[in-house]
């Protein structure tokens, strides 16, 4: 890479030719002020505010919008010299921060944005002093209807058009754009619809003003009252890294953390707008069935029903089913105690999805997230990632942006906000290419770092099994198991499943899977046990946070629900037992890439709710079977002797095994089904038991999901 | 400049097809523009559409956008940019007076009053016959006949209150009107009266054609001094603070 030299405010550095000089003066310690530019996306160039003295240029220099490769040394051969806090700049940005603010209005004290507002930050620093030297009228600009997340402001608008950028840019969704010119620029959604992109709300953090603000979150609190945690993101396997905000008990807004390999900065609308789910229907106390109907009862009374039905029965007909948004602690607590209790009848897959277990690359998104870049052909099966990780699907969009990647989409045809060879709902497709005679095989057999992306809509099929057989066929055959090592280091894994619940990978490699019993048998699945507990082989399940499947026809089965939502799960319970949501609790989450991130508490559970590990340990002792660890420390170190990557936090699994032998006993050969494939997320807002909580996701699904199905399924 | 915004939707036609003319002039100049640069026939296609139609319409925005395989919004930016698209419906005959300083100067206020007084009291307001419509605009490069205004793609020049109600009168009785100065004795930009210069007639015979050969020589500028440093930027002026509640 070239490097040319700069003297940046007397300090010689080098720079990289490509980078601005906004980023080179940053590099050699100088701050730079700036509105429009982002890192993230194209340089605009229009708010003037970072103009730097270019010593012997005839202007201030707008130094985002000017490349280190511009900048020619001195006559005399000496680097160029750059002044960023010379009077000369200093006047100059001063200037700008005048006309802002001329038609800025005054209004901070009634701003969402006051406190956290890059203008306000700013004209602490560029503007002039207590005095002003304009007494016409300000401009106003009518308020756009941006949707149920965004409200607008637009009086307060400068222009950066940053949320035009990104909604072009990132989202793909080309749905902002500034109208008009000059003074009456306004910004605006085409004919003022709701922005549809699942990536909206960021348009919110990325406003450096108060023009663009959260609807849900409006006039709700200030910055500097609120405690921030930094967390793990539930809502998808994606693993996206947050900053909860709470005020006392109540999470008030949950915003991105950066976080280069996963999230970049951005989270979808379910992760940040989902918060408001965390204060209703919450079980905030046990309950006991009696005659029929549910009352309150103490944790002692709940334990003593439990353990007197659990004495009642056998390990034969006992179930427990892990659901989406469990953290590691509570599964390896629930699958210790029903270890002791000797149940084989476990399962985290309430999907169905038809993967086994077996080595860890065979279930994970091994390609990783940030290994997407790499990759040049992209075979997408049975999945919508623009629903099924919203935050993926951005990296494959700046991927197709940056360089073209190939994308071939098996399954219902959606508008994934990049260009894809739609191949149909017919899953035959898949056999075609495993033999070479579709097109796309070529295509994928060329590239040098192919993909596949198995998604729900293929797995949790009856043929599920059948599919990830040939898609390891197909894996093998093109080339998508590359040398060992990460990307980064020259090695490749295009095989890939995209998990949508949170827990399924931790679930997975803590082995909650049906088990072998000891007269032989095999456990039973979910689909097995709802069968079983219809026809009354299954008389106890123990449901922890499972709402996804068909919790309705259990028969006469006796139904515990571990559980922070009132939801389906708890509305067929006989008992429930009151447990945290995943801002209440520390606990660890493993992504689809099988990266070990860890939540922190951010609030306290509700009432008598406990952490769920806590209440799986308390009622083990009911039970007569003691769990051998008493605090959560004990607990993560058996987790850790249990399954060893549990130690590791933060860090992807680097690819290793290339062996046939691991590639070739994947799925199970068999003929597949002539349904087509479908969609497994029929309501991106709707997905968990917080979501469906969330007055804000309910309004969005309405208007987003229901009021414009064309819109999704375009 | 005011806010442009679409005409309200009561307005707004059910649709819009190019004519197959139009539609076939549109292929050929979508095919000029690169593979992939399509789009950089948006103003080219809108301004063929306002020709048509005489105004742009929302319907018109989205056929075009999806001629050019463009967002909508892209189009209506274009659309709103551009104060030459009239984003609401025109007269037949759109009358543009320019009111810029020259032609303020020399009398647009009678001009803009013979519109007012003959065509509607509001600009851009169609009138009761539907065949004229009128809008003030900015300065349309012809001051030195001015004042003037704009009917279609011809300049009428060097009116005056009177002149400009008789023409109005005359296009709404049918008759045809005379581009270029309405003053009687004019032709182009001469000087009233007639030239003044450039009145030898050996320059219009080919007598003089390459007898110009003669450069006044030019003293030579040296480069140290071309290039001699001048008052550094950050000299010039320094930045002084006023006091608190200074008047400004």
């Excluded at chain 1, 930094?230 to 807004?253: F, L, W």
């Excluded at chain 1, 906000?417 to 057999?445: C, N, R, W």
């Excluded at chain 1, 680097?654 to 050969?669: F, K, L």
């Excluded at chain 2, 075009?64 to 659309?79: G, H």
């Amino acid at each position: 890479m070239a490097l040319r030299k700069l003297i940046v405010d007397g300090k010689e550095i080098e720079a990289e030719e490509t980078i601005t000089l906004l980023q080179a003066c940053e590099q050699a310690g100088a701050e730079i002020p700036r509105f429009c530019f982002h890192e993230r996306l194209s340089v605009a160039g229009n708010c003037r505010m970072c103009l730097v003295e270019w010593v012997g240029a005839p202007k201030p220099q707008a130094s985002c919008a000017l490349q280190v490769k511009d900048i020619f040394p001195n006559k005399d051969g000496t680097p160029a010299k750059i002044n960023t806090a010379s009077p000369y700049a200093l006047k100059a940005r001063q200037g700008v921060m005048e006309f802002l603010l001329i038609n800025h209005p005054l209004d901070c004290p009634i701003c969402d944005q006051g406190g956290e507002c890059d203008l306000q930050d700013q004209a602490m620093g560029y503007g002039r002093a207590a005095f002003h030297r304009f007494n016409e009228n300000k401009r106003a600009v009518e308020d756009k209807y941006m949707g149920p997340l965004v409200a607008t402001i637009m009086t307060r608008c400068i222009a950066c058009t940053r949320c035009v950028r990104f909604a072009t840019e990132v989202a793909g969704v080309p749905d902002l754009g500034a109208t008009g010119r000059g003074e009456d620029v306004e910004i605006t959604s085409y004919l003022e619809k709701a922005f549809a992109s699942e990536l909206s709300g960021n348009v919110v953090d990325l406003c450096p003003v108060g023009a663009l603000t959260s609807k849900p979150y409006a006039f709700n609190a200030r910055p500097w009252e609120l405690k921030k945690t930094e967390s793990v993101d539930v809502m998808d396997a994606q693993g996206v890294n947050i900053r909860v905000d709470t005020r006392g008990p109540q999470v008030m807004r949950v915003l991105p953390r950066l976080n280069e390999d996963v999230n970049e900065e951005w989270i979808s609308d379910k992760a940040r707008h989902a918060c408001d789910g965390l204060m209703r229907q919450r079980l905030d106390r046990p309950y006991v069935r009696v005659n029929g109907k549910l009352k309150p009862a103490t944790w002692n009374e709940a334990f003593a029903v439990i353990a007197a039905k659990v004495r009642e029965t056998t390990p034969a007909k006992m179930a427990a089913i892990v659901g989406d948004l469990a953290a590691a602690e509570e599964i390896k607590a629930l699958k210790d105690l029903m270890g002791a209790l000797r149940v084989t009848n476990l399962d985290c897959r309430q999907d169905g999805a038809k993967i086994a277990g077996g080595p860890r690359q065979t279930y994970l998104f091994n390609s990783t997230i940030a290994g997407v870049e790499a990759a040049d052909a992209i075979l997408l099966v049975g999945t919508n990632p623009r629903w099924d990780a919203p935050v993926l699907n951005a990296r494959i969009r700046k991927t197709w942006l940056a360089g073209g990647v190939k994308v071939a989409n098996l399954g219902p045809a959606v508008e994934l906000t990049y260009p894809a060879l739609q191949l149909g709902t017919d899953i035959a497709m898949l056999e075609q290419i495993a033999d070479g005679s579709h097109d796309f095989a070529k295509v994928l057999g060329d590239a040098k770092r192919p993909m596949i992306v198995l998604g729900s809509g293929a797995l949790t099929r009856s043929d599920g099994a059948a599919i990830l057989k040939l898609a390891a066929k197909i894996a093998s055959d093109t080339g998508m198991i590359g040398p060992a090592g990460s990307h980064a280091d020259g090695g490749w894994n295009g095989f890939n499943i995209l998990h949508t619940a949170a827990s399924r990978v931790a679930a997975l490699d803590l082995g909650f899977l049906p088990g072998v019993s000891s007269d032989g048998s095999g456990g039973r699945d979910v689909a097995g046990i709802v069968d079983g507990a219809q026809k009354g082989e299954i008389d106890f399940i123990y449901l922890l946070g499972a709402d996804e499947f068909d919790v309705a026809h259990l028969g006469r089965a006796f139904v515990v629900y571990q559980g922070s939502h009132g939801d389906a799960g708890a509305h067929h319970a006989d008992v429930i037992l009151p447990g945290a949501a995943y801002t209440e609790k520390d606990g660890l989450y493993v992504n689809f890439e099988g990266r070990v991130q860890r939540g922190r508490r951010a609030t306290f559970p509700p009432g008598e709710a406990k952490e769920d590990w806590a209440i799986l340990r308390a009622l083990s002792e009911a039970l007569g079977v003691k769990l051998p660890y008493d605090d959560r420390a004990a607990l993560l170190k058996a987790l850790e002797t249990d399954v060893t990557h549990f130690a590791t936090l933060n860090d992807a699994p680097v690819h290793a095994d290339t062996s046939a032998a691991t590639w070739g006993g994947i799925g199970e050969a068999g003929p597949l089904d002539t349904a087509p494939v479908t969609a497994a997320i029929t309501d991106y807002y709707l997905t968990n038991p917080i979501a469906r909580a969330s007055e804000t996701m309910a309004k969005c699904s309405q208007e987003l999901v229901h009021g414009a199905t064309k819109m999704a399924a375009e | 400049m005011s806010l442009r915004r679409l005409a309200p939707p009561e307005i707004q036609p059910a649709s819009f097809a190019f004519s197959a003319e139009n539609a076939e002039w549109a292929q050929a100049t979508i095919a000029k523009y690169p593979q992939g640069r399509q789009a950089s026939a948006v103003i080219s296609l809108l301004w063929r559409g306002q020709e048509q139609e005489g105004w742009v319409s929302h319907p018109m925005i989205e056929s075009i956008a999806r001629m050019l395989n463009m967002p909508f919004i892209r189009v209506l930016e274009v659309a709103t940019f551009y104060t030459m698209f009239n984003l609401e419906p025109v007269g037949t005959y759109l009358v543009q007076v320019c009111t810029t300083t020259p032609c303020w100067l020399r009398g647009s206020d009678d001009v803009v009053a013979a519109c007012k007084k003959h065509i509607h009291p509001h600009e851009k307001t169609v009138s009761e016959d539907g065949k004229f419509s009128w809008m003030e605009v900015e300065c349309l490069g012809a001051c030195v006949n001015a004042p003037m205004l704009q009917i279609g793609s011809d300049f009428y020049e060097d009116l005056d209150g009177p002149t400009t109600e008789r023409m109005i009168e005359d296009l709404r009785a049918g008759k045809e009107i005379k581009p270029g100065p309405q003053n009687y004795g004019r032709v182009s930009s001469e000087p009233e009266g007639g030239a003044l210069s450039l009145t030898d007639p050996s320059l219009y015979d080919g007598s003089v054609i390459g007898q110009y050969h003669e450069q006044v020589p030019q003293p030579a500028n040296t480069d140290a001094e071309a290039k001699a440093p001048t008052q550094a930027a950050s000299d010039r002026e320094a930045p002084i603070q006023k006091p608190p509640g200074a008047a400004t």
